[in-house]
């Protein structure tokens, strides 16, 4: 069992960055490919990025591609997004997930979840 906490959302300005975490405990992280999520109201969970077990490789929503980028601190358990170029487009609730391994977009695919962190960028 793997408990995932996000945090570092906030309200930013169209343009601006932001960098969100997402803390492990119970087991290591750098055992698990991570993803990071993203749903704004009324619209489907979004694929945002991943970074596979032992960073054996990054992938990237095409929305956000050249803009974020998904880092590990395995000395931290603690995975990153940073979120550079913002737009209100981005604006949703951001959420961490574990799964064994693989770089995979569907959500389903993931075990746990963390409880998510509000990004809102104003224009």
């Known amino acids: 069992q793997v408990q995932l906490v996000e945090s570092g959302g906030g309200l930013v300005q169209a343009g601006g960055s932001l960098r969100l975490s997402c803390a492990a405990s119970?087991?290591?992280?750098?055992?698990?490919?991570m993803g990071w999520f993203r749903q704004a109201p009324g619209k489907e969970r979004e694929f945002v990025a991943a970074?596979?077990?032992?960073?054996?490789?990054?992938y990237y929503g095409d929305s956000v591609k050249g803009r974020f980028t998904i880092s590990r601190d395995s000395a931290k358990n603690t995975v990153y997004l940073q979120m550079n170029a913002l737009n209100p487009e981005d604006t949703a609730v951001y959420y961490c997930?574990?799964?064994?391994?693989?770089?995979?977009?569907?959500?389903?695919?993931?075990?746990?979840w963390g409880q998510g962190t509000q990004v809102t960028v104003s224009s």
């Open positions: 997930a574990a799964r064994p391994s693989g770089l995979i977009a569907q959500p389903r695919s993931y075990e746990y």
């Open positions: 119970g087991r290591t992280l750098s055992s698990y490919a």
């Open positions: 970074i596979n077990r032992g960073d054996d490789g990054t």
